[in-house]
């Protein structure tokens, strides 16, 4: 572990994270239902597979005019991105199979598009997954000097465009992995200022054999069908397309203005909350009611969900997604979920405008942020739960109120209230926050 990451802490954990543990297991007990090796998401692998190789057999062998070749390597790119979403990403993080060899297949996908398993579980897994939105450790909301994701990082002037400009750069993200992150953490040891372990015999193998097939069906089949302008430009729209799918999906559930950018204590190095409440609330889920972008981005627009459980199969998030925001809204954890797809990319949008102001300095940010608390504030006012502490705000308040260890720490009636309005609250804030009534697998 490098030295950035060593230092930081998280806040002892109070049970949220066992409760929803509890609830969850509970959930996959009572349905007798397993949590990974899904026959549907074998069926969808087979799919997305069939559509990725459909699409490069007919760019590469069958189009014959500009708009088929377009089409093709369009669709190309966003099963590449599918490819990604939906198996890899299980597949790295163990949550495709109970088996070691399936994973480890299912993740190899990341190789074959021309990335790195190894240095994926090394960043994603461990970095972004451990400390998420934490400025200068996740390596996922650092876009170097180009933009500005979180108010922790420096500004510069042309961070006022960010909100136009940077949809256009997010798609050479997989060139960058591809040709450049890759080679560099394997060459340095470092990335993103975080260091990468070295790759044992085995590991550096699978890693040159999938830059070599990668090579090999990127350049070297279409080369030998067509002139390298044209080889050279149809990869281009592929990996752009493949870019930024792959890119907007991950800003969506973190670079929002509903999420949170915390950074440790200077002296402790400790971040305030525990780690399950730090995901919660660094994170946002968007458009659940959406088959078609549940389908295509393989749950990561249930992305809360994932950071908490990021074992269990994606099919299973729109089940668990509702135990998990009403445990969060017993405990006082702030869940948010963009009702739509279009109001998540308005809020991406806004995030990037705000952070390429001039006068967006992190006091700034933080009380731009300060409205997630006035939906608790209101309905702290309109539930007047007799457990003020003296010394803390009124959102604290209401936090402080629905934690089980206060809930535990007060006694006979009073206890019952705050568990009653708590839940109460509770309801109320989730009728509000997401604008539906009921989760998909809900009763
Ligand atoms: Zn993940």
Same mark, same amino acid.
């Given at each position: ?9 998280f806040?002892k954990?109070?049970?949220f ?10 959930h ?9 090796d899904?026959p ?5 692998t087979?799919?997305i597979?069939?559509w990725?190789a459909a ?7 069958f189009?014959?005019?500009w708009?088929?070749a377009?089409?093709?390597?369009v ?11 939906n198996?890899q990403?299980?597949?790295?993080h163990?949550?495709?199979s109970d088996s070691r ?16 398993s190894?240095?994926?579980k ?9 400390y ?11 876009l170097?000097?180009?933009g ?7 500004r510069?002037w ?17 060139i960058?992995?591809?040709f450049r992150?890759d ?9 993103h200022?975080t260091?990468?372990p ?8 699978q ?11 990127a350049f070297?089949v279409?080369?030998? /069908?067509?002139?390298?302008y ?5 990869f281009?729209?592929?990996? /752009?397309a493949?870019?930024v ?7 969506l559930a973190?670079c ?8 440790p204590?200077?002296?402790s ?12 609330e660094?994170?946002v889920?968007f ?15 249930y ?8 074992q269990?199969c994606h099919?299973?998030?729109p ?23 279009w109001?998540?990319?308005r ?5 990037l ?17 300060a409205?997630?608390?006035r ?20 959102s604290?308040n209401?936090?402080?109120a ?24 509770g309801w ?10 009921h ?5």
């Amino acid at each position: 572990m490098s030295s950035s990451t060593a230092m930081v802490k998280f806040a002892k954990c109070e049970g949220f994270m066992q409760t929803l543990r509890e609830r969850v297991d509970g959930h996959f007990t009572s349905q007798q239902i397993s949590k990974r090796d899904i026959p549907a998401m074998y069926l969808k692998t087979l799919v997305i597979l069939s559509w990725f190789a459909a699409s490069y057999v007919g760019l590469v062998f069958f189009a014959s005019t500009w708009p088929v070749a377009l089409f093709l390597s369009v669709s190309l790119g966003v099963s590449m991105a599918a490819i990604g979403f939906n198996i890899q990403h299980d597949g790295g993080h163990g949550a495709y199979s109970d088996s070691r060899l399936v994973n480890h297949l299912m993740a190899f996908t990341l190789d074959m598009l021309g990335g790195s398993s190894f240095i994926w579980k090394r960043t994603h897994n461990v970095i972004h997954h451990s400390y998420t939105n934490v400025t200068g450790v996740d390596g996922d909301i650092d876009l170097g000097f180009l933009g500005r994701l979180s108010p922790h990082q420096p500004r510069y002037w042309f961070h006022r465009f960010q909100h136009f400009y940077l949809w256009f750069l997010y798609g050479f993200i997989t060139i960058k992995w591809q040709f450049r992150d890759d080679f560099q953490a394997l060459f340095t040891g470092r990335i993103h200022g975080t260091d990468v372990p070295r790759p044992n015999a085995l590991e550096l193998t699978q890693l040159i054999v999938g830059k070599l097939l990668f090579l090999t069906l990127a350049f070297g089949v279409p080369l030998c /069908f067509h002139a390298w302008y044209y080889v050279a430009l149809w990869f281009f729209v592929a990996s /752009f397309a493949q870019g930024v799918l792959l890119s907007i999906v991950f800003q969506l559930a973190h670079c929002v203005q509903e999420a949170t950018f915390p950074m440790p204590d200077d002296a402790s190095h400790r971040i305030e909350n525990a780690w399950a409440v730090h995901q919660v609330e660094t994170t946002v889920d968007f458009a659940r009611t959406s088959r078609i972008v549940n389908w295509l981005t393989g749950g990561l627009n249930y992305q809360i969900e994932h950071h908490l459980f990021p074992q269990i199969c994606h099919v299973h998030y729109p089940a668990i997604a509702g135990i998990v925001e009403r445990t969060s809204a017993e405990f006082g954890v702030h869940y948010y979920a963009h009702q739509t797809l279009w109001q998540a990319v308005r809020s991406h949008y806004t995030w990037l405008r705000q952070m390429g102001r001039p006068d967006h300095s992190v006091a700034a940010a933080t009380a731009a942020a300060a409205w997630r608390d006035r939906i608790f504030d209101v309905h702290h006012d309109v539930c007047a739960v007799p457990c003020d502490r003296p010394g803390l705000s009124p959102s604290q308040n209401v936090r402080d109120a629905r934690s089980a260890d206060h809930l535990r720490s007060q006694s006979g009636t009073h206890a019952h209230d705050a568990a009653r309005v708590g839940r109460f609250c509770g309801w109320w804030a989730t009728g509000r926050n997401i604008g539906v009534s009921h989760l998909p697998g809900e009763s």
